[in-house]
């Protein structure tokens, strides 16, 4: 499927369930603890629930947790361990403390603002700013929720804005993109041509690094089914060259069109049904 056809159905499909799910309750926003289940991830990372949650530390070596009135902090045993693991060697190298942003609710599931996936317990918003206070000592409760993150890239216009750039974006962003349990890293097209750019030919750890919309505040880090999760569906592996033609469209004068409101106007496709959620879900939805 062309790129701009994928991306016009997927953003035009994340509006459409954005406000449906605003106009009706959401249970799984109302269930505050995760179910007393084995862990498991179920369903696709847009259509899915996750049992046996766990829930992120407020706080722990190289790392804190921001948004947390959201309580969007819980995720699958694995992605927990990913986090521990990754925000240790971002602080053993020198790099920084990572401040998380939204993973998945207790019981994952859909949001009625903010995400498409995030649903199985598997995804998670990391800022690319890191805030000094967050350097230094325990944030509070307030900045926590109010700390604004730094743009790297301005959305608008398309372009870095280099008065925010930090050196040490790229080897984050690199050690986060070398682990295994990795699947994809979503960023701005702008931070992943920057990237390209500085890479030279040594980008084959930038496959991983997909562009997308948004982005230009956090990256999103997306896991691989865990093993053994036999109800988790997985994505297809990236076959896209590490920066190739899908980077290019981003930046092509069809794109900068649909940017900036000034495409030709096309028949809107009719609305497809959202699917079912996983049986498994409705059990994970009301067990203890």
Same mark, same amino acid.
């Given at each position: 499927?062309?790129?701009?056809?994928?991306?016009?159905?997927?953003?035009?499909?994340?509006?459409?369930?954005?406000?449906?799910?605003?106009?009706?309750?959401?249970?799984?926003?109302?269930?505050?603890?995760?179910?007393?289940?084995?862990?498991?991830?179920?369903?696709?990372?847009?259509?899915?629930?996750?049992?046996?949650?766990?829930?992120?530390?407020?706080?722990?070596?190289?790392?804190?947790?921001?948004?947390?009135?959201?309580?969007?902090?819980?995720?699958?045993?694995?992605?927990?361990?990913?986090?521990?693991?990754?925000?240790?060697?971002?602080?053993?190298?020198?790099?920084?403390?990572?401040?998380?942003?939204?993973?998945?609710?207790?019981?994952?599931?859909?949001?009625?603002?903010?995400?498409?996936?995030?649903?199985?317990?598997?995804?998670?918003?990391?800022?690319? &700013?890191? *805030?000094?206070?967050? #350097?230094?000592?325990?944030?509070?409760? /307030?900045?926590? =929720?109010?700390?604004?993150? +730094?743009? $790297?890239?301005?959305?608008?216009?398309?372009?870095?804005?280099?008065?925010?750039?930090?050196?040490?974006?790229?080897?984050?962003?690199?050690?986060?993109?070398?682990?295994?349990?990795?699947?994809?890293?979503?960023?701005?097209?702008?931070?992943?041509?920057?990237?390209?750019?500085?890479? &030279?030919? *040594?980008?084959?750890? #930038?496959?991983?690094?997909?562009?997308? /919309?948004?982005? =230009?505040?956090?990256?999103? +880090?997306? $896991?691989?089914?865990?093993?053994?999760?036999?109800?988790?569906?997985?994505?297809?592996?990236?076959?896209?060259?590490?920066?190739?033609?899908?980077?290019?469209?981003?930046?092509?004068?069809?794109?900068?069109?649909?940017?900036?409101?000034?495409?030709?106007?096309?028949?809107?496709?009719?609305?497809?049904?959202?699917?079912?959620?996983?049986?498994?879900?409705?059990?994970?939805?009301?067990?203890?």
């Amino acid at each position: 499927m062309p790129m701009r056809s994928l991306c016009s159905m997927l953003v035009g499909g994340a509006l459409m369930f954005s406000n449906a799910a605003a106009g009706a309750a959401n249970p799984w926003e109302d269930i505050k603890r995760p179910s007393q289940q084995t862990s498991a991830s179920i369903g696709q990372y847009t259509n899915g629930c996750l049992s046996g949650a766990e829930k992120m530390p407020l706080r722990g070596e190289g790392f804190q947790l921001m948004r947390t009135g959201r309580d969007r902090h819980y995720g699958n045993p694995a992605l927990i361990g990913f986090l521990k693991d990754f925000s240790t060697r971002v602080a053993e190298q020198g790099l920084g403390q990572l401040q998380i942003g939204d993973m998945s609710m207790a019981r994952g599931g859909p949001f009625s603002y903010g995400h498409r996936s995030h649903q199985v317990g598997l995804d998670a918003d990391i800022w690319y &700013s890191q *805030d000094p206070r967050a #350097l230094t000592r325990p944030l509070t409760a /307030w900045e926590r =929720n109010n700390i604004s993150a +730094v743009p $790297l890239a301005d959305a608008k216009e398309h372009q870095l804005i280099k008065a925010n750039w930090d050196q040490r974006a790229p080897r984050i962003l690199r050690l986060a993109s070398e682990d295994p349990r990795v699947e994809r890293i979503f960023v701005h097209p702008t931070i992943k041509r920057e990237l390209c750019t500085s890479a &030279s030919s *040594d980008n084959e750890w #930038l496959r991983k690094i997909r562009p997308w /919309w948004g982005h =230009n505040y956090h990256f999103h +880090v997306r $896991l691989a089914c865990p093993a053994g999760d036999k109800n988790c569906v997985p994505q297809q592996p990236v076959l896209n060259a590490a920066c190739g033609e899908d980077l290019d469209w981003w930046f092509s004068d069809e794109f900068y069109a649909q940017l900036r409101g000034t495409a030709p106007p096309q028949k809107k496709p009719e609305p497809k049904p959202k699917p079912p959620m996983p049986q498994q879900c409705a059990q994970v939805l009301h067990a203890p």
